[in-house]
């Protein structure tokens, strides 16, 4: 399986944007890049995904370097409730694969 | 909509016992997986299911096997329980389309063994 980096942990004020990254420099021309998040004391929640272009929906914004070797979620203003750690996945064209998840970026937002 | 759900929340057993753990997929979905989280780690992939059938798993052992139910509802059996699988079980559903399956998780059952 292809391999994404992630910083262990970031901080962040409430109210602003966060800007999290996530290298996967061995990435394939197929796999979609993905995150996923978890919230204290449950299970993880999908985010957002994308191949080749940036994507927004409501919860977030993918951000996929020309390249493909490098991604950042952003959120775009921060609320308490997004304190989480954040999973940056690749997965394969055909979306029946197993999530491979690393240790993630625990994201604190201080108020 | 239905959310995906687990039982119990939390579980204690002593080491060499069994455990079954159940998960109640998403309405409409036809995936099941299964996932270990040891504290401060990731979730790792167990195995999935789809349309009652094995399909893919990670690096367990045998005693690690499970079933899926026409309803789509789905077990993970344990045996022979060691301390190692002191851990948060995830179970997840999703609905396979050939092509993407945003996989929608449950919060868990917290196993202890002791």
């Known amino acids: 399986d292809a391999k994404t980096t992630q910083p262990n942990s970031m901080e962040s004020n409430e109210e602003e944007p966060v800007h999290l990254p996530c290298n996967h420099s061995t990435i394939s021309g197929t796999d979609y890049i993905h995150w996923y998040r978890q919230l204290p004391s449950q299970g993880p929640e999908y985010v957002i995904h994308g191949l080749t272009s940036n994507v927004n929906n409501r919860m977030a914004s993918l951000a996929i370097a020309e390249d493909r070797k490098s991604s950042t979620l952003i959120l775009h203003r921060a609320t308490l409730r997004d304190a989480a750690v954040y999973y940056c996945?690749?997965?394969?064209?055909?979306?029946?694969?197993?999530?491979?998840f690393g240790t993630g970026t625990r994201l604190t937002i201080i108020p | 909509e239905t959310g995906v759900t687990q039982s119990p929340t939390h579980l204690i057993k002593t080491r060499g016992q069994q455990v079954t753990l159940r998960c109640s997929s998403q309405s409409g979905h036809n995936t099941v997986s299964w996932y270990q989280q040891a504290l401060g780690q990731g979730p790792q992939f167990i195995f999935q299911?789809?349309?009652?059938?094995?399909?893919g798993r990670g690096n367990f052992p045998p005693r690690f096997s499970g079933l899926q139910f026409p309803n789509y509802s789905s077990e993970l059996n344990v045996n022979a329980l060691e301390l190692d699988d002191s851990a948060l079980y995830l179970c997840?559903?999703?609905?396979?389309?050939?092509?993407?399956?945003?996989?929608?998780f449950g919060p868990g059952t917290r196993l202890t063994v002791l």
């Open positions: 996945i690749l997965r394969g064209l055909f979306g029946n694969e197993k999530l491979t």
């Open positions: 299911y789809y349309r009652e059938e094995e399909n």
């Open positions: 997840a559903s999703s609905y396979l389309q050939g092509r993407y399956n945003e996989q929608f």
